[in-house]
């Protein structure tokens, strides 16, 4: 029949054009982020820095002191 005929055909090999990858914005910046009880860096995340003009401060899981700690921003 002719609905089968369409249902084949839709299926198969229909390529689709990806869209280009939007560029970073620069308002987003990598940050690390420190332990307070050990000092080690343990974690890096991003941060908008328009919204967030501070440093930030997180409560993280220390892998060093198995515990979850308080991580600052470094610069």
Known sequence: TE?????AFAGGGAKRHKEP???KNDRR???TLECEVCKQRN?????NRN????RIEMKKYCR???????????R
């Open 51 to 54: 919204n967030d003009r501070e």
């Open 21 to 23: 990858s939007v560029a």
């Open 43 to 47: 974690y890096i995340t991003m941060k």
């Open 29 to 31: 910046i990598k940050v």
């Open 64 to 74: 060093f002191d198995r515990v979850h700690t308080v991580h600052k921003e470094t």
């Open 3 to 7: 609905h089968d005929k369409v249902d």
